[in-house]
């Protein structure tokens, strides 16, 4: 990534240029607009080529204010495509006494070249080619030396202000080469970045912009970022985010060049892209079919998302693995996507251990990368609570979240089966204090499904009216999923910890037959009221975290 944190104008940083120049800091809302191409205050005079952009217009869409973002994105996408087959292009002509800095050509030797390799690289050429080879346009070599120049814009320029704000153009003037000496340069540029390199300049002396549409500020913004102005990004990052943003915006501000999205000036507009898409399909099963049809930019912000409101981690799993298999068809492309992109966007530890054998036989995941995350989903599952809760708060500090906990509609929860002498599993679940307080006045919350002899039960939370008392309580269910007329005899027994032991202590017992879609619980599993139970000197929560079991035997 390049140093774009060298605008004198902005905070210093430690970047070598800005160590040499700290003594020349300007004002950082100085303006300079009364000298812009003004010839009495200015030292150099810059010479703008406008070169023919092949098979399309000159102006450019985001001078069009009625221009969609989406139009302004398509028609980005095919001049960039244009660009790239012709930067087979090399060195063009240095015209004596004449600097001149073709923006179309990479650069690999001088070590001058723009880094932003997504976007046109710069070059410029120390010496000058003879008039044999110059004017041998028939040569592929020279393909940009044919290239039809349009119009040419010449302004007076001071070299000072430029520098100052950019690194392009203090390498430019003041590398102590011969061509910082001279007093003209000559830029190449396609017509489509016309309008945006003038806005650009003008923001360089005056610090402001005059356009405010979004595709035209991407455009400036693309523009700052080629010639390294960090100012000028960090502008039109703020005056981007300050404007309303929809899921294409947000998708298009994602899908930048690299350079651009790599920029600590654009960090914010990222961010608040990555946010907004978060929170509109935060609740995931309202955009099932919508969230299939998002690029990767979109995928990637939504389900590395906490607060995503997702029956379990299975359904994120099965999304991701189902979008993959759409957009990647090819099982060698799925696999690399899913290893380097999207893996690590799924909680692999939340996940239910029935899902995650399906993982370790997954031909979408490299062998390898399935044994690892199970393996480690597996040993996280295996930890005691609290050191569950230590992992998790150290792993909130990184980008990789995946023992972080999401919204769950489905609860995790921790299941241990016996098969002898009798079919039996213990299931833990435990809920946060603000989660049972959710549940007043009429809530519920369910863990996720568990088996037990081939059938599918869950737990469910409670905030109920007790009838006899007429308070509300808490009360925990046991049902079956499976609906049918399959009977199924169980015992099964509630307990919880309290603070007095930190021992799990039977709540509640009983034996119950069931069929199809019934459940079976008590409607106060502390007998005390609501109130007390949910109290902060409350016995039922430890840390903040009520510890809830259940014990389920299949009847002989």
Same mark, same amino acid.
């Given at each position: 990534?390049?140093? =774009?944190?060298?605008?004198?104008?902005?905070?210093?940083?430690?970047?070598? @240029?800005?160590?040499?120049?700290?003594?020349?800091?300007?004002?950082?809302?100085?303006?300079?607009?009364?000298?812009?191409?003004?010839?009495?205050?200015?030292? &150099?005079?810059?010479? !703008?080529?406008?070169?023919?952009?092949?098979? $399309?217009?000159?102006? =450019?869409?985001?001078?069009?204010?009625?221009?969609?973002?989406?139009?302004?994105?398509?028609?980005?996408?095919?001049?960039?495509?244009?660009?790239?087959?012709?930067?087979?292009?090399?060195?063009?002509?240095?015209?004596?006494?004449? *600097?001149?800095?073709?923006?179309? *050509?990479?650069?690999?030797?001088?070590?001058?070249?723009?880094?932003?390799?997504?976007?046109?690289?710069?070059?410029?050429?120390?010496?000058?080619?003879?008039?044999?080879?110059?004017?041998?346009?028939?040569?592929?070599?020279?393909? @940009?030396?044919?290239?039809?120049?349009?119009?040419?814009?010449?302004?007076? !320029?001071?070299?000072? /202000?430029?520098?100052?704000?950019?690194?392009?153009?203090?390498?430019?003037?003041?590398?102590?080469?011969?061509?910082?000496? +001279?007093?003209?340069?000559?830029?190449?540029?396609?017509?489509?970045?016309?309008?945006?390199?003038?806005?650009?300049?003008? #923001?360089?002396?005056?610090?402001?912009?005059?356009?405010?549409?979004?595709?035209?500020?991407?455009?400036?913004?693309?523009?700052?970022?080629?010639?390294?102005?960090?100012?000028?990004?960090?502008?039109?990052?703020?005056?981007?985010?300050?404007?309303?943003?929809?899921?294409?915006?947000?998708?298009?501000?994602?899908?930048?060049?690299?350079?651009?999205? @790599?920029?600590?000036?654009?960090?914010?507009?990222?961010?608040?892209?990555?946010?907004?898409?978060?929170?509109?399909?935060?609740?995931?099963?309202?955009?099932?079919?919508?969230?299939?049809?998002?690029?990767?930019?979109? /995928?990637?912000?939504?389900?590395?998302?906490?607060?995503? +409101?997702?029956?379990?981690?299975? =359904?994120?799993?099965?999304?991701?693995?189902?979008?993959?298999?759409? #957009?990647?068809?090819?099982?060698?492309?799925?696999?690399? /996507?899913?290893?380097?992109?999207?893996?690590?966007?799924? &909680?692999?530890?939340?996940?239910?251990?029935?899902?995650?054998?399906?993982?370790?036989?997954?031909?979408?995941?490299?062998?390898?990368?399935?044994?690892?995350?199970?393996?480690?989903?597996?040993?996280?599952?295996?930890?005691?609570?609290?050191?569950?809760?230590?992992?998790?708060?150290?792993?909130?500090?990184?980008?990789? &979240?995946?023992?972080?906990?999401?919204? #769950?509609?489905?609860?995790?929860?921790?299941?241990?089966?016996?098969?002898?002498?009798?079919? +039996?599993?213990?299931?833990?679940?435990?809920?946060?204090?603000?989660?049972?307080?959710?549940?007043?006045?009429?809530?519920?919350?369910?863990?996720?499904?568990?088996?037990?002899?081939? *059938?599918?039960?869950?737990?469910?939370?409670?905030?109920?009216?007790?009838?006899?008392?007429?308070?509300?309580?808490?009360? =925990?269910?046991?049902?079956?999923?499976?609906?049918?007329?399959?009977?199924?005899?169980?015992?099964?027994?509630?307990?919880?910890?309290?603070?007095?032991?930190?021992?799990?202590?039977?709540?509640?017992?009983?034996?119950?037959?069931?069929?199809?879609?019934?459940?079976?619980?008590?409607?106060?599993?502390?007998? !005390?009221?609501?109130?007390?139970?949910? $109290?902060?000197? $409350?016995?039922?929560?430890?840390?903040?975290?009520?510890?809830? &079991?259940?014990?389920?035997? !299949?009847? *002989?």
């Amino acid at each position: 990534m390049k140093n =774009l944190g060298s605008d004198l104008f902005d905070p210093p940083t430690t970047s070598t @240029m800005e160590s040499d120049c700290s003594n020349d800091v300007v004002p950082r809302d100085a303006d300079f607009g009364f000298a812009f191409n003004d010839s009495n205050f200015s030292d &150099r005079t810059l010479r !703008i080529e406008i070169l023919a952009d092949d098979n $399309s217009p000159e102006t =450019l869409p985001g001078d069009d204010v009625s221009q969609s973002l989406s139009d302004w994105a398509r028609h980005r996408k095919r001049r960039r495509e244009d660009v790239v087959k012709k930067e087979n292009a090399v060195d063009v002509d240095v015209i004596e006494e004449e *600097q001149i800095v073709d923006c179309n *050509q990479p650069d690999t030797e001088d070590g001058f070249g723009c880094e932003n390799e997504d976007e046109d690289g710069v070059a410029m050429v120390e010496e000058a080619k003879s008039g044999n080879e110059a004017a041998n346009c028939n040569d592929s070599n020279w393909s @940009m030396e044919c290239t039809t120049v349009l119009r040419t814009i010449t302004l007076h !320029i001071s070299s000072p /202000i430029l520098a100052a704000k950019s690194p392009f153009f203090y390498k430019l003037f003041s590398n102590g080469m011969r061509e910082s000496e +001279q007093r003209n340069v000559t830029l190449r540029i396609n017509a489509y970045e016309e309008a945006a390199l003038m806005d650009l300049l003008n #923001y360089m002396y005056s610090n402001t912009l005059k356009v405010t549409t979004a595709p035209a500020l991407l455009d400036v913004l693309m523009a700052a970022d080629k010639f390294e102005v960090a100012s000028c990004m960090r502008y039109c990052s703020r005056l981007l985010r300050n404007l309303p943003m929809t899921p294409d915006s947000a998708l298009l501000y994602l899908e930048l060049p690299s350079s651009v999205l @790599m920029a600590e000036a654009v960090q914010p507009l990222t961010d608040s892209a990555k946010q907004f898409l978060a929170v509109r399909y935060r609740d995931v099963s309202k955009f099932t079919e919508e969230i299939m049809h998002l690029p990767l930019a979109g /995928i990637e912000a939504i389900f590395s998302c906490d607060d995503l +409101q997702v029956a379990s981690e299975d =359904l994120v799993y099965d999304m991701i693995l189902k979008w993959s298999r759409a #957009y990647y068809p090819e099982l060698e492309e799925r696999q690399e /996507i899913l290893g380097s992109r999207l893996s690590h966007l799924i &909680r692999f530890p939340y996940m239910s251990c029935r899902k995650l054998k399906k993982v370790l036989t997954c031909i979408d995941f490299d062998h390898d990368l399935a044994s690892k995350i199970v393996l480690e989903a597996l040993f996280f599952k295996a930890e005691a609570p609290h050191r569950q809760r230590i992992l998790a708060a150290e792993e909130s500090l990184n980008t990789n &979240r995946r023992y972080v906990e999401r919204a #769950y509609k489905y609860r995790p929860i921790k299941v241990i089966e016996f098969e002898l002498p009798r079919q +039996q599993c213990v299931v833990y679940l435990d809920l946060k204090r603000e989660e049972c307080a959710n549940l007043f006045p009429s809530g519920r919350v369910y863990s996720q499904v568990f088996h037990l002899g081939g *059938q599918g039960f869950f737990l469910s939370a409670h905030c109920n009216l007790d009838q006899q008392s007429s308070f509300h309580c808490f009360g =925990l269910f046991l049902g079956m999923q499976e609906k049918g007329s399959v009977s199924f005899p169980v015992e099964y027994e509630f307990a919880a910890r309290s603070k007095a032991t930190e021992e799990y202590t039977s709540k509640y017992k009983g034996n119950y037959t069931f069929t199809g879609g019934k459940a079976v619980g008590y409607r106060n599993l502390f007998g !005390i009221p609501w109130t007390d139970f949910i $109290s902060d000197d $409350s016995q039922y929560f430890i840390n903040g975290v009520l510890h809830l &079991r259940a014990e389920l035997t !299949i009847r *002989q």
